[in-house]
């Protein structure tokens, strides 16, 4: 079974920075995606960044990129979301997410509105002032 333990949101000013950290377990295989969401109040759910484990090909939403990056650090099974310079409007909870297939199918599932059940983490909050 996926377990996924998300840890690192906080309250930053316009123009710092986070990481967010991904803790995964219970794969079954070396073939997946794991991505980011967020969701803020008011607003539609939000993909942010995907990466294949596979390859490791990371994709990005237009709304983060260049200022956002997912990594991994495979021996601890840890994914990252390194948030670089923040603004207000990045505030949301955001979650970490598996898919057993890849990021077009994850990006796909999320913009659907998916639940993604067992597959998702508590969520943290990441709150910036402007």
């Known amino acids: 079974q996926v377990q996924l333990v998300e840890s690192g949101g906080g309250l930053v000013q316009s123009g710092e920075s986070l990481r967010l950290s991904c803790a995964a377990s219970g794969f079954g295989s070396d073939y997946y995606a794991i991505g980011w969401f967020r969701q803020a109040p008011g607003k539609e759910r939000e993909g942010v960044a995907c990466?294949?484990?596979?390859?490791?090909?990371?994709v990005y939403a237009d709304s983060v990129q260049g200022r956002f990056t997912i990594s991994r650090e495979q021996a601890k099974s840890t994914f990252y979301l390194q948030m670089n310079t923040l603004k207000p409007e990045d505030t949301a909870v955001y979650y970490c997410?598996?898919?057993?297939?890849?990021?077009?199918?994850?990006?796909?599932?999320?913009?659907?509105?998916?639940?993604?059940?067992?597959?998702r983490g508590q969520g943290t909050q990441v709150s910036v002032s402007s």
């Open positions: 990466m294949n484990s596979g390859d490791g090909t990371s």
């Open positions: 997410v598996f898919d057993p297939a890849n990021c077009h199918e994850l990006v796909h599932k999320i913009s659907a509105g998916t639940e993604f059940t067992g597959s």
